[in-house]
């Protein structure tokens, strides 16, 4: 499994990063390696809601800034297919809570206001990019407690890089 953070010059991206002052703007699990499949399957949640699509599709639009390669039995893969499937797919993406946490992220950048413990303005049934990590924690990956609606894709970058070196 391969998780990854990327940017691109679509103009939602430059935004988020612009608001946030992030490398990236987005976050995405892939699933099954080239050898198991002809390409391997990104899911993400963007504008158009979580589903999945091909690595080779989404690298068209997107450069990876962070790349981190975790070694995972295919019965773990499978176990957060069906994760991702079954609490995900096909959702719609947390306008409110990108709204929320863009503006927050801005005021806390520019009058470094603390940052709530959780998003206001949340949807229990819409989700950003970086909340489908919720789902590698059916594999027993580590809980980071990504759920609040208050982390960017850098911020779990920076979680999980930490995690890497010590695992």
């Avoid at 998003?119 to 594999?139: G, R, T, V």
Wanted: glycine fraction near 6%; hydrophobic fraction near 40%.
């Amino acid at each position: 499994m391969i998780l990854l953070w990327t940017k691109s010059t679509l103009p939602l991206s430059v935004v988020i990063r612009a608001v946030t002052g992030d490398d990236c703007s987005h976050f995405s699990i892939v699933l099954y390696d080239s050898s198991k499949v002809p390409s391997p399957i990104v899911f993400e949640s963007n504008l158009l809601g979580t589903h999945p699509l091909f690595l080779q599709t989404a690298l068209t639009t997107h450069t990876v800034v962070h790349q981190l390669t975790i070694s995972l039995t295919e019965e773990q893969e499978d176990k957060i297919l069906d994760a991702i499937i079954s609490k995900f797919d096909g959702k719609p993406y947390d306008f409110g809570g990108a709204l929320y946490l863009g503006w927050r992220k801005l005021m806390n950048r520019i009058f470094k206001t603390p940052l709530p413990a959780h998003n206001k303005w949340s949807n229990n049934d819409a989700y950003f990019c970086d909340e489908i990590y919720q789902c590698l924690e059916s594999a027993g990956l580590p809980d980071f407690g990504i759920s609040t609606g208050m982390e960017t894709p850098h911020d779990l970058w920076l979680k999980l890089k930490d995690w890497q070196i010590a695992s």
